[in-house]
C-alpha cells in the first residue's frame, strides 16, 4: 500500500490535518474542506470518505470502507475502526414506495432520513458492517463481522447479527495498554 506523503497531504484543504497521518492514494476524499483527520490515523484503499466527518487519533479505517457524512456527521473518536467494507451513513432514502429515491430526484419528490452517528472510544466494528443514520455506538462497542445496526449500543459490550443484538460484556482490560501508549508518546 502506497500513502500520500505529507507534501501531496498539505495540497489538500482539509479542515484539520494531525501528524502522522496516513491515507492511500487509492482513497477518494470529497469535500475536504468539512473533513478532520487526528494524529496518527490511517485510512487504506479503496475507502471512500466524503462530507461532515471527523476522525479522532488512532483510527484506522481499512481497505473497501464507505464513510459518508453528509450534512449531519459522523464522529469516529479515538482508537476506534472499521475492518475492511464497512459502510457507515447519515442519510438514507425512504424504502416505503411511498416516495421516489436516488440522487437523481428532486428534494420535493423523496424523503430522506437524515441524522448524525458517534462512533466511540475504543469501538471495533468487524468486517462487512452496515451502521445506520442515528446510531450512537457507546464507548467500547465491539460490532461482529456483518452485522447491521441500525440502534445505539450500550458502552463496552459485544453486538453480532442482522439486526445486532448484544451477546455479552467487552473487557476493559485494554484501557490500560492506552495508558502506556499515550506515555510513550508524550516521552517520545
Not at 462530507?51 to 481499512?62: L, N, Q, R, Y
Not at 451502521?131 to 450512537?136: E, L, T
Given at each position: 500500500m502506497t500513502f500520500l506523503n505529507e507534501e501531496q497531504l498539505s495540497k489538500i484543504p482539509f479542515k484539520f490535518l494531525g501528524r502522522n497521518v496516513k491515507i492511500s492514494e487509492k482513497a477518494a476524499i470529497y469535500n475536504p474542506e468539512l473533513i478532520e483527520i487526528h494524529n496518527n490515523s490511517r485510512?487504506?484503499?479503496?475507502?471512500?470518505?466524503?462530507?461532515?466527518?471527523?476522525?479522532?487519533?488512532?483510527?484506522?479505517?481499512?481497505?473497501?470502507?464507505?464513510?459518508a457524512g453528509?450534512?449531519?456527521?459522523?464522529?469516529?473518536?479515538?482508537?476506534?475502526?472499521?475492518?475492511?467494507?464497512?459502510?457507515?451513513?447519515?442519510?438514507?432514502?425512504?424504502?416505503?414506495?411511498?416516495?421516489?429515491?436516488?440522487?437523481?430526484?428532486?428534494?420535493?419528490?423523496?424523503?430522506?432520513?437524515?441524522k448524525s452517528i458517534n462512533i466511540g472510544r475504543h469501538c471495533i466494528i468487524g468486517t462487512g458492517s452496515l451502521?445506520?443514520?442515528?446510531?450512537?455506538l457507546a464507548e467500547g462497542t465491539a460490532i461482529g463481522a456483518a452485522s447491521v445496526v441500525r440502534k445505539s449500543t450500550e458502552e463496552w459490550s459485544i453486538y453480532l447479527g442482522n439486526p445486532a443484538k448484544k451477546i455479552k460484556p467487552r473487557s476493559r482490560e485494554l484501557l490500560e495498554l492506552e495508558l502506556q501508549l499515550i506515555q510513550e508518546e508524550d516521552n517520545g
Open positions: 485510512i487504506d484503499d479503496f475507502c471512500v470518505i466524503s462530507g461532515k466527518v471527523t476522525i479522532g487519533k488512532h483510527v484506522h479505517i481499512a481497505v473497501f470502507c464507505n464513510v453528509g450534512s449531519e456527521g459522523i464522529i469516529l473518536n479515538d482508537f476506534s475502526g472499521l475492518a475492511y467494507g464497512c459502510h457507515v451513513f447519515t442519510q438514507s432514502d425512504d424504502y416505503s414506495g411511498q416516495t421516489l429515491t436516488n440522487p437523481t430526484i428532486p428534494t420535493k419528490y423523496k424523503s430522506e432520513t437524515k451502521i445506520f443514520p442515528g446510531v450512537n
